[in-house]
Every structure is written in C-alpha cells, then in structure tokens.
C-alpha cells in the first residue's frame, strides 16, 4: 500500500514568528493514521521548523538544493547541508524554478542525484504549460522531465523518491486540473515507470499539485494514481493544509 502524503511549500512566505506559528498548529492538528506530512520550509527557517515539528509525526522538507555538495558556490545550499538541519525531504524540479531561474531538465536531473547522494528524498516535479496542454503535448513533455531524470539516475533510487504531477497553468492560478485529468497524467507516469520497472511502479507516490485546497482535495485524492498533494498556497493556512490532510487520511481508509 502507497501511505499517502502531503507536503506543503510555503515558497518564499513567512517571518521566523509566522512560520514557526504555522509550523506548531500543523504538527499539533495532525491525527494519528493520517498521512504523511512534510513541511517545505523556507531554507533560513528550517532550524526553526525542526525545532518545533521535533517529537511530531511531520517531517521536514527544503524548496530547492545545489547540484553540488560543497565548495565555492556562492549562494548555494547543499543536500548535505539540508540534510544537517533535519530535512528529509527537497522538491526539485518546482516549476517556478524551471521557468524563472531557468532549471533545465539536465539541471534537475543532476539535482535528484545531488538528494539522493545525501538520503534526502526528492519530491521531482513534472507538468506541462498551457501552451503544451493545448497543442496535445502534456505526455511528450512529461515523459522529456521523467526521462531525463531516469536516465541519469537508476531506476532504484526512485525507491524512495516522490513524483508531483503539477500542470503549470494550475499553480498559483487558482485553477485546479480536473480529477480526471489529474489521473490520466499521473497513471501515465506510472505506466512510464512501469515499462522499465512495475515494482518500483507500484510504490511509487504520485503527488498532484495546483491549486489543491480543502474543497477540492477529496475528489482529486479519490483518483486511483493520486497518492496525495502538493499544496502552495492552501499550505500557509493550518486550518486549509489540516483539510486537505483529511482528506488524504480518508484515502488512508479506502485502500
Ligand atoms: C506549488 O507551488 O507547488 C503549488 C501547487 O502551488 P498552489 O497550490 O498555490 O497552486
């Protein structure tokens, strides 16, 4: 069985005060039997988040880490580092990286090895933009981002890692995939995996992210390929991220 997860990345959002504050009323409304939660906190403030999520069952997740494990890179944060301030987790590949810092595929292929390198768990991002989505594109461009990150990587290090499914014109926009769009892509990565290896297939987690909130997260989560979100907004509201957490903790059930 899949465990559920949802992980929220509250991008570049917060004070040390909020984040905190957020941080406590998450990890302290989180059920038992629930999901997994992991918190994609800004990088200053991990510390601060690992502090207060210590002793819960939510785990700590980095937004971003340098190909590299050390040395002169100015600016950089490593996957060793990440890992020092008791990250699990790190999403690579977001589409706000691809598109406003310019992260190629090889970029975030590199970077899933950096994480794996270190343990840490790569959440790799996929989705396509209107524009592919509208020319018929969405498997060609998800299959390019996958592929690129099988074929630098083994098979066997996506053992643990996690694949989100996030259409770039849902993020942010307040547009949310249908469920049955989010389910054709997401059992098409699956079937991409499988092709090559139906074990690691069938227990690899497949996030969908766009726009997810508490009104919306049950039917997405109900889809047979959805095996939890990946939440912007919704997550820097505890009360919505707790929602959505339900939500997830009934697909717990259902399976
Ligand atoms: C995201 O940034 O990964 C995301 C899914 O954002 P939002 O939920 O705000 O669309």
């Known amino acids: 069985m899949r465990i559920p997860l949802v992980a929220g990345n509250w991008k570049m959002n917060g004070t040390r005060a909020s984040v905190t504050a957020l941080a406590g009323a998450i990890a302290s409304g989180c059920k038992a039997g629930g999901p997994q939660v992991v918190l994609c906190a800004p990088a200053i403030y991990l510390g601060a988040v690992a502090e207060v999520i210590a002793g819960s069952s939510v785990?700590?997740?980095?937004?971003?880490?340098?190909d590299q494990d050390a040395g002169a890179y100015t600016g950089e944060i490593s996957g060793p580092m990440l890992r020092d301030m008791g990250a699990r987790y790190v999403i690579v590949g977001h589409s706000e990286r691809?598109?406003?810092y310019g992260e190629t595929d090889a970029l975030v292929a590199e970077k899933f090895e950096a994480a794996r390198r270190c343990g840490l768990a790569p959440i790799v991002c996929v989705g396509e933009t209107l524009a592919e989505r509208e020319a018929g594109a969405t498997q060609a461009v998800v299959r390019r981002q996958l592929e690129t990150v099988?074929?630098?990587?083994?098979?066997a290090e996506f053992e643990d890692a996690v694949?989100?499914?996030e259409p770039v014109w849902a993020i942010g926009t307040g547009r949310t995939a249908t469920p049955a769009?989010?389910?054709?892509?997401?059992?098409f990565v699956r079937a991409l995996v499988a092709s090559r290896d139906r074990r690691i297939a069938d227990g690899l987690r497949i996030l969908y992210g766009g726009s997810v909130r508490a009104d919306n997260a049950a039917a997405?989560?109900?889809q047979a390929d959805v095996d939890g979100a990946l939440v912007g907004s919704a997550s820097l509201d505890a009360?919505?991220?707790l929602m959505i957490c339900a939500a997830a903790a009934a697909r717990v059930k259902i399976k």
């Open 150 to 155: 099988i074929n630098l990587n083994k098979l």
């Open 220 to 222: 997405l989560l109900a």
């Open 181 to 187: 769009q989010a389910q054709e892509v997401q059992a």
């Open 59 to 66: 785990m700590l997740g980095a937004q971003n880490l340098s």
């Open 163 to 165: 694949v989100a499914y």
């Open 239 to 241: 009360g919505e991220f």
């Open 98 to 100: 691809r598109r406003i």
